[in-house]
Structures are given as C-alpha cells and as structure tokens.
C-alpha cells in the first residue's frame, strides 16, 4: 500500500467568502493495497465519475483503505479530535444547510445530521459515499443527508447555496496543483451564500518532509474493523520523494 504525503503549497484565497481555517499539525495518510474479498458490491462500489476521475485511487473501489478508513480515522485521531464540534459550531452561526465536500464515509456529517442540521456530502469516491449512506441508513438519518458523487473541481448543484462550506480532515490537499485548487475554491465559492463561510483544514506542508532519510509523519496507524472486530494495522515500510513536483509517497503494509 502506498501513503502519499502532499507538501506543495497550498494557495488559499478568500473568493468575497469569510474562510475558517482549522490547522493539523501533521501531514495525511492515505494508503492504497490490493483489495481482499469484501462484502462490498463492485458495481456500486467501483469508482466511478464519468469524464474526470477521483484525484487519488486509494479511495476507490473495494481498496483496504476505504474498507479500514473508519477504523483509523476515528474521532480520537489525535489530528482531527474535536473537529465535528467545531463545524457544529460554525453550522449554528452561519444558520441553514451545510456542504460537506470530501465527505468520505461521513465520519462528520453524520454528527451534524445528528443534531438535526440539513447536510449534503460530496465526494469523488462512489466507494467511501456507498459506506456513508449505508451508516446513514442504520442511523434513520438518510432524509437529512444528502449524498453526491461529484469532483470537488467541477460540482455544480443547481438552485443549492449553503451558508456554510466545509471541507474537513484535509480533503482539498489531494489536489496537487494550483488549476485544481483554484478550480475548487471557485466550485465552493458558487455554491455560498453571500456572506457564507468555507471551512477548510489544512496542514503546514513542512519541507522536512522532503529530506532524504527522513521519518514519514505517520510511522504507524492502528484500529478495529467495524465489520470484523478484528485489529487493523499499517506500518510504514519506505517511501518515495519527488523533490520538483514536493511529493512524497510512503509506502505501508
Ligand atoms: C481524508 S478523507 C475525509 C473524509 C471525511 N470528510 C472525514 O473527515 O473523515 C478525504 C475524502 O476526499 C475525497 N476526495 C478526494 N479527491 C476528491 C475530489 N477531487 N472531489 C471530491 N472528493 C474527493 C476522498 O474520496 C475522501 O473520501
């Protein structure tokens, strides 16, 4: 499996939108393996957009990481604890329905419909969306979350503006370059209303990261599997740096 860490600048810019930028302290994981058998139905888990395609691979399809991505990412990951708290809190100043992009598995958004708000999540990943809607489902939460398959560069949801624009746990540095980012904050910015707030977390891309030999920012990673109880693991084997494109790939088992 590979883990992929992105330390290229970010241009953020505020688009007539007020911006809360929430900061983690370290860089991402996400990791790609060759996937076991799993319950998951290909046809409804294959990846999926016509035309454009999701930005990174490890979240399509019946990939280990999407199938453990709720046994890591849990609420007490130290980087992303306290998070839906802070988006709830944004939700009740900015009054109306919020936009969750990169909504993955829900991790998020379900605790916003939780508490009675209006949600529409979207996400490149018909994989991750098919796990949200099945949590939504057990949760009787299905009316309140809306779910899209859609490309955070490109989206369009007619006669939809939201008050809030959220976009957690990093999701907008999967875009590698300046054209894909600036398409995305103007896709994020159609979609507010005026005087809305876009909510993006980012990490500080630490050139260190970048130096040979250097440790990754995540050597280890552990959970349950929600299906099997069973403990996952990931280990961190080596990586692979990209100095002119500022890239780094880890490579994990
Ligand atoms: C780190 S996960 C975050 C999931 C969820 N928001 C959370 O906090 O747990 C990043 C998500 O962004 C999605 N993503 C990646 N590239 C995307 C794109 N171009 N457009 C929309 N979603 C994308 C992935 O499929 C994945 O579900």
């Known amino acids: ?40 139905d ?48 944004l939700a009740r100043r900015s009054g109306g329905e919020v936009l969750e992009v990169g909504v993955g598995t829900g991790r998020v958004a379900l605790q916003l419909v939780d508490t009675g708000l209006q949600v529409t999540g979207l996400d490149a990943s018909a994989a991750m969306l098919a796990i949200a809607a099945e949590k939504a489902a057990t949760r009787s939460l299905s009316d309140q979350l809306h779910l899209k398959l859609a490309d955070m560069r490109s989206f369009d949801l007619p006669e939809h503006r939201f008050g809030l624009v959220i976009v957690p746990f990093r999701a907008f540095q999967v875009l590698l370059n300046p054209e894909d980012q600036l398409a995305a904050l103007t896709s994020f910015h159609r979609h507010l209303k005026p005087g809305g707030i876009l909510s993006l977390h980012l990490f500080d891309p630490d050139l260190r990261f970048l130096l040979p030999g250097s440790k990754g920012p995540v050597e280890r990673q552990d959970g349950v599997d929600r299906q099997t109880g069973r403990r996952v693991e990931g280990v961190r084997e080596r990586d692979q740096i990209d100095h002119v494109m500022q890239v780094r790939r880890d490579f994990w088992r």
């Open 1 to 40: 499996m590979s883990i992929l860490y992105v330390i290229n600048r970010i241009i953020t810019c505020c688009l007539g939108a007020r911006i809360a930028l929430s900061l983690g302290t370290t860089t991402t994981a996400t990791m790609v393996v060759k996937p076991p058998a799993t319950r998951y």
């Open 42 to 89: 290909p046809n409804i888990m294959g990846s999926t957009l016509p035309g454009k395609q999701p930005s990174q691979p490890f979240y399509e399809g019946t990939t280990l990481h999407v199938r453990s991505y709720d046994s890591i990412n849990n609420d007490d990951r130290p980087v992303i604890r306290g998070d839906a708290r802070f988006y709830l809190d």
